[in-house]
């Protein structure tokens, strides 16, 4: 199932990555066992982990890591520009050397629903959830669900109850 994707020579993939048909990935790293849908676009210098599940429509822009074990649901985005614009204050084209890239971490077992938006500079705390339709403006911390625009914490995961349904902490 080849056909419809674009893998540069540059990525860094591990063993048993999955595709779905229309990917764009380039200059970036993808661990083992991980699957990318349909329709996903993931930049350089942009990381995914092993185990992980990135959902259809999915935009992974540079400067952004996630870790092991995320799930990415349909249609996320992620943003590496605070101020973005078109054109330098001469009004020329901007290219690479007018902007820098701010970061963007995913934390291992972290689950991201559909339809969320990602701002830069900030940490998706460790198992954390959040929820459909979100933006995340600012860090969610471990083990915490939000929700809303901007999203803020609603609750936080049972970890007891996790570790009681068979999840290993």
Known sequence: MIDFVCISP?????????????????GCEIGDDTKIGAFVEIQKNA??????????????????????????????????????????????LQSEKDWKVERTVVKKG??????????????????????AGSVVTKDVPANAIVAGNPARVRRFVDTKATVAMGEQE
């Open 110 to 131: 972290a689950s991201i629903g559909s339809g969320v938006t990602v701002l830069c500079n900030v940490t998706i705390g460790e198992k954390a959830i959040v929820g």
């Open 47 to 92: 990381t995914v982990g092993k185990n992980c599940k990135i959902s259809s429509h999915s935009f992974i822009c540079e400067g952004v890591t996630i870790e092991d074990n995320v799930f990415v649901g349909h249609g996320v985005t992620f943003i590496n520009d605070p101020y973005p614009r078109a054109t330098t204050p001469e009004g020329e």
């Open 10 to 26: 540059d990525v860094k993939l591990g063993r048993n990555v999955r595709f779905s048909k229309f990917i764009n990935v380039y």
